[in-house]
């Protein structure tokens, strides 16, 4: 078992606890492969099953809607995507749009990049499983200090001393809140640089 799954997938399920998110615990190996039955998935998201089991619902923060298949769900997914390429397995959907691991791109069967499906393009949300899970965990902790900073400081109001020509002028909770982004923007690039531009906002 992949450590580095096994204690992401720990953390994830820590921020979904505080979150109020339901999940469903690991699920038998029988059970498993029986889901699974004819379906290649990456080894890492193979074992992300084992240890938590998303039940489909969605999970939205920072901007972020991300939902994961319930495990029995999958095999009627790949049925559904119309565009996907020889080797997608489709895990869910990020923003309404088909989320993808790309096992034809894959270098090993541990791990594969994601993409987010459009009708036109393929974008890269992910260059591994495991990567997916650190910037989905870290998306919703965001969610989270957004909303202990809006509880602080309250509807923020205008700054009638704002001098676009002095600087300044923003108050305590906007300043919080672009601090908060650029250090969200910046975990992101250490995570996975090539896929950090699709979690931060337009």
């Known amino acids: 078992m992949s450590s580095g799954i096994a204690a992401e997938t720990e953390a994830l399920q820590m921020v979904l606890d505080r979150l109020g998110y339901d999940y469903q615990d690991a699920l038998p190996t029988e059970v498993l492969d029986r889901l699974l039955h004819g379906l290649k998935v990456p080894d890492n998201y193979r074992t992300f099953l084992t240890l938590m089991s998303p039940d489909g619902a969605e999970l939205r923060a920072a901007q972020m809607s991300v ?9 009627d997914l790949q ?14 959907t990020l923003h309404d749009y088909p989320l993808v691991s790309a ?22 949300v992910a260059s591994s499983f495991l990567q997916f899970l ?3 965990r870290l998306t919703l902790e965001m969610g989270v200090m957004l909303a202990d900073e809006e509880d602080t400081y309250g509807e923020e109001e205008e700054d009638e001393t704002y001098d ?15 601090y908060a982004w650029e250090e969200y923007a910046e975990e992101l690039e250490r995570i996975d640089p090539d896929a950090a531009a699709a979690w931060l906002r337009e």
């Open 103 to 124: 096992l034809g791109e894959a270098e090993s069967k541990e791990d594969a990049p994601l993409y987010k499906v459009m009708d036109v393009e393929r974008v890269l």
């Open 164 to 178: 676009p020509y002095e600087g300044g002028g923003l108050s305590s909770y906007s300043q919080e809140q672009e």
């Open 79 to 92: 049925a559904r995507q119309r565009h996907r390429l020889v080797g997608d397995v489709v895990l869910g």
């Open 67 to 75: 939902v994961l298949a319930d495990p029995s769900e999958l095999l």
């Open 134 to 136: 650190q910037m989905l």
